[in-house]
């Protein structure tokens, strides 16, 4: 084997990348799989416009001179998808949607051929995983398809290019990833070097044919497939379904958006007929409150640009056994105990005898700081089993001294209070200003826990 700089070694495996041979890899724990391989197969792999035949001799354009066509957006027919998308789909790019099995990945992304097959342009589904029966069963279920829409069960990246190329569909559905293998690539489907390799082809069939492709992504747990993660970096655009797989309702997010702001959500709800998008998800996720319930608070979560109201729901309890249990679902446990250590020392409520039990009604989850006030709020309400006014919601991030800190876009927040009829709002004393006033909500601002907690009644 000839050493030198310009080559690396690879696990046949999984893909680990080293600068020297070894006998296990570390990542796959796999035996004697690493080869050897120049170094620009992995180094220069990708897309790059423009790239030139060694004769070739290459000029630099300033930005001026670069022509401006303005990009058509292609509407997906799904306006929650359209939104996370930042306003269409863009011809030439790539579209990873990840998530987990079941999420409804295939069914969303059938919706999408269909709605671009309705309006008589040409969209080719590709299934590695579903045979043409099973896809049509699914069909069924969502409605009638136009004849444009095209069907191909099929692995082979070649074969599949070859197709791509011939159609010149306007866009293609490749479900999933994963499936794909190249024979240039001795791994098995799924492992990182085949769908990397798989990536890279559909990038350049989606730059050079001009066709928006959607790739659909596993994540598994145990990384025994390779999980879209490792591909996010290469494809332009990467969007997340995440949801309780036993709740109705789905949200898709944008991750990563070459041509539009990120963190934007859609919400959708699954139904017997395919996905339906949910055009308010704070009347969604307030569905069912119970009214007069101690512990239980609605408060406002930022998700990009939109507010979004959720019910945060504890239940504090004297513990049973010495050490007290606490659990959070949809929120992050560390913080929940935090704020619980806030409460007990800043507005002197002794939790530390306390099982508590948080949970954020709908299976939603929030990461966003701004509903630790609501989060303490529940504590106290259900420690003290006082409810809290049925049209009251609050928002705010809490400090370690207790003290209610400033979060993003207050105004909208009220907006969005308003708007669903809430008559109060509690919020951190310094986000109070002039412009925030909204008809028939009375503005609460409070500087600390105990002040929240005093106009809490
Ligand atoms: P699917 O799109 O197959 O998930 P993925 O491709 O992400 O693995 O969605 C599967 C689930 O959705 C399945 O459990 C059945 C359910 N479903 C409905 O509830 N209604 C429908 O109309 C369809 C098509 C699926
Ligand atoms: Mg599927």
Redesign the pocket.
């Known amino acids: 084997m000839a050493k030198g700089k310009n080559t690396v070694f690879f696990c046949r495996k999984c893909g680990y990348e080293s600068p020297k041979w070894m006998g296990q890899c570390p990542a796959c724990r796999e035996w004697n799989t690493f080869e050897e391989e120049p170094l620009t197969a992995g180094a220069g792999a990708g897309f790059r416009p423009g790239a030139s035949s060694s004769g070739r001799v290459l000029k630099p354009v300033s930005l001026s001179g670069v022509e401006m066509s303005r990009q058509q957006r292609l509407t997906s027919g799904i306006g929650e998808l359209d939104r996370v998308l930042g306003g269409g789909m863009i011809p030439g790019s790539l579209v990873l949607v990840g998530g987990d099995?079941?999420i409804?990945?295939?069914?969303l992304l059938l919706q999408v051929c269909r709605h671009v097959a309705a309006e008589n342009k040409k969209v080719l589904y590709i299934?590695g995983?579903?045979s043409l029966q099973q896809i049509r069963i699914r069909a069924e279920r969502i409605g009638d398809f136009s004849d444009s829409l095209l069907l191909l069960c099929d692995t082979n990246l070649d074969d599949i290019a070859e197709v791509l190329k011939r159609e010149k569909p306007a866009a293609t559905v490749i479900?999933?990833v994963q499936t794909m293998y190249s024979e240039a690539v001795s791994s098995a489907p799924g492992s990182v070097s085949q769908v990397r390799q798989a990536t890279n082809l559909f990038l350049q069939l989606a730059k050079t044919l001009n066709i928006t492709i959607f790739l659909?992504g596993?994540v598994t747990k145990e990384g025994v497939v390779a999980g879209p993660r490792v591909l996010e970096h290469m494809v332009d655009t990467v969007l997340y379904f995440e949801g309780d797989r036993y709740a109705a309702y789905r949200i898709l997010r944008s991750v990563k958006n070459r041509f539009g702001s990120t963190n934007e959500i859609g919400v959708f709800e699954m139904r017997k007929d395919g996905l339906a998008e949910v055009p308010n998800p704070s009347e969604y996720m307030l569905n069912g409150k119970p009214e007069g319930a101690s512990g239980s608070v609605v408060a406002c979560s930022m998700e990009g640009t939109r507010p979004i109201l959720v019910e945060i729901q504890a239940l504090v309890c004297k513990t049973g056994f010495g050490l007290p249990r606490r659990t959070a679902a949809g929120a992050d446990l560390n913080r929940v105990n935090l704020l619980m250590a806030v409460l007990e020392k800043r507005a002197s409520i002794s939790l530390s005898s306390c099982d508590a039990y948080i949970n954020i009604a709908g299976g939603i989850r929030m990461n966003e700081p701004a509903i630790d006030l609501g989060i303490v709020l529940a504590v106290v309400s259900s420690y003290k089993d006082i409810p809290i006014h049925d049209r009251t919601i609050c928002f705010g991030e809490v400090g370690l001294s207790g003290e209610v800190r400033a979060v993003s876009m207050p105004a909208q927040r009220v907006q969005e209070a308003g708007k669903l009829g809430f008559e109060r709002c509690i919020l951190p004393k310094v986000c109070v200003t002039e412009h925030l006033k909204c008809e028939g909500i009375e503005i609460v601002g409070v500087s600390n826990v105990r002040e929240a907690i005093a106009c809490m009644g």
């Open positions: 099995p079941g409804g990945k295939s069914t299934s995983e579903e479900d999933s659909v596993h």
